[in-house]
């Protein structure tokens, strides 16, 4: 259960888990991580707090409890809870039910979440639309027609509420069933930036807003490389519409692959500079995706215990083009029950030497020789892990990542969950 926050209306119980979770995160030196493993080895805020003398047995330094001992945490602790008494937001505690499963993983989850709006929505499959402030009118109209396809089968959309490309995919996402969580850089109660001031409204009403930081927090520029790892957190794994070469976007690609998550990328036009930091992903071992069933296929096993709806037919589309016509095929159902394109035949074990051997279709794309060895590779161990791949070709992941980009294009090989590469079908 979450907790209101306005400590008159807290059970005792829930005020002193509440109290105990900000003397923890303002006590000086006491970092996310810290906080964590204080939580998993006491079960609570509250334990954790009430046995602060004991935390050296768990590699918290003597400097830290000293700190909690002289209360140097209590003056910033209640002027959080003050201003958080003001606001009508609510916050969900580490130790809550409530509190989001995607989360309990990392390695830094947040103690507390503050949040308004529909709190369900964190039980829904998470996946994450981000890209740059600065995006093109094109990569707009791709993240909102993408919100709009995900979330139309159930699946909430995650981003930061930026301008730009998350926008767009808030905007889009909040008209379907699978709604939007909006992960915020500032404080629960400030709108950032103003130009959101409607998309914050209705966010609040018909989605999720979350933030980590205590009410009143401006938007300062180091609180939004801490918040991209929550929207990658919160999420199954993200997908990069448009981002120049150092977006923070790709901020959020590297703690998605930290933690484990797919990261996907919309690779755009070889001359859009919009697209560059996207195109970099893609050789950097990010799948390249070309319409929401790309996305939806490789998923189809994590996301099958979600029973979602298939994609509308007014919503499906074959490379972000017009709406898909009848002589493409009939749909197919992947184990998810998401309707996906209809299956082409993959290349057969004589298929894929014949493909090797066309000069004319591996030219410029990938070097025959060194694809069989590719192929010889997977075929004698399974599917691999990419740096294990690497290892044993002995070339460096930029190279393979190329090379895997040209067999991926010619159905030889396909990328499979948890970056690892197998044969295609």
């Known amino acids: ?49 009430e046995n602060f003398r004991s935390w050296p047995e768990f590699g918290i330094s003597e400097k830290i409890v000293s700190e909690m001992r002289r209360e140097s945490w209590r003056a910033p602790a209640g002027e959080e809870w003050k201003k958080a008494g003001k606001i009508a937001a609510s916050a969900v505690l580490w130790t809550d039910d409530s509190y ?28 994450a639309l981000i890209g740059s402030r600065n995006s093109s009118d ?4 791709v993240a909102a027609w ?14 930061g509420m930026a301008s730009g490309i998350d926008a767009s995919a808030h905007q889009a996402a909040l008209q379907e069933v699978g709604s939007s969580i909006g ?16 998309l914050f409204e209705q966010m609040a009403r018909n989605g999720l807003l979350v933030s980590e930081f205590a009410p009143g927090t401006p938007p300062y520029g180091n609180n939004f490389p801490i918040r991209n790892r929550l929207i990658s957190g919160l999420s199954l794994a993200i997908v990069v519409i448009e981002a120049a070469r150092k977006s923070g976007s790709l901020i959020t690609a590297k703690y998605a692959l930290d933690q484990n998550r797919e990261v996907f990328a919309v690779p ?29 296929h490789d998923l189809a096993e994590i996301l099958q215990p979600y029973k979602l709806a298939p994609v509308p037919d007014a919503l499906c589309q074959d ?16 184990p998810s029950g998401i309707s996906l394109p209809a299956e082409k035949s993959g290349p057969s074990e004589g ?30 161990n399974g599917s691999m892990n990419i740096d294990a791949l690497a290892g044993q070709l002995d070339i460096c992941i930029e190279e393979l990542n190329s090379i895997l980009l040209g067999l991926e294009m010619l159905g030889i090989v396909k990328r499979l969950p948890g970056a690892r590469i197998g044969l295609g079908r």
Not at 105 to 121: E, K, M, R, T
Not at 183 to 198: C, F, Q, W
Not at 319 to 334: C, I, M, T, V
Request: glycine letters at 10%; a positive charge; proline letters at 5%.
């Open 1 to 49: 259960m979450q907790t209101d926050i306005r400590p008159n209306e807290m059970d005792e119980k829930k005020r002193k888990e509440y109290w105990a979770s900000l003397a923890l995160r303002h006590c000086p030196g006491l970092g996310a991580r810290s906080q964590l493993r204080l939580l998993l080895a006491f079960g609570s805020a509250l334990a954790a707090f």
């Open 100 to 127: 989001p499963g995607q989360l309990r993983n990392l390695p830094d989850a947040p103690i507390l979440l503050y949040f308004h709006g529909d709190i369900s929505l964190f039980k829904s499959p998470g996946i």
């Open 138 to 141: 094109r990569g707009r109209e």
């Open 146 to 159: 993408m919100g709009r396809a995900l979330a139309a089968t159930g699946i909430a959309v995650v981003s």
């Open 183 to 198: 992960v915020l850089g500032t404080g629960i109660d400030l709108i950032y930036p103003k130009s959101n001031g409607a």
């Open 268 to 296: 755009g036009s070889a001359l859009d500079s919009h697209c560059v930091g996207c195109q970099d992903l893609v050789r950097q071992g990010a799948r390249p995706i070309f319409n929401v069933d790309d996305i939806l």
């Open 319 to 334: 490379d972000f083009g017009p709406q898909r016509s009848e002589k493409n095929g009939q749909a197919r159902k992947s």
């Open 351 to 380: 298929k894929v030497w014949e493909n090797l051997a066309d000069d004319s279709i591996v030219e410029g794309l990938v070097s025959a020789d060194v694809s069989r060895l590719v192929v010889n590779t997977l075929r004698k």
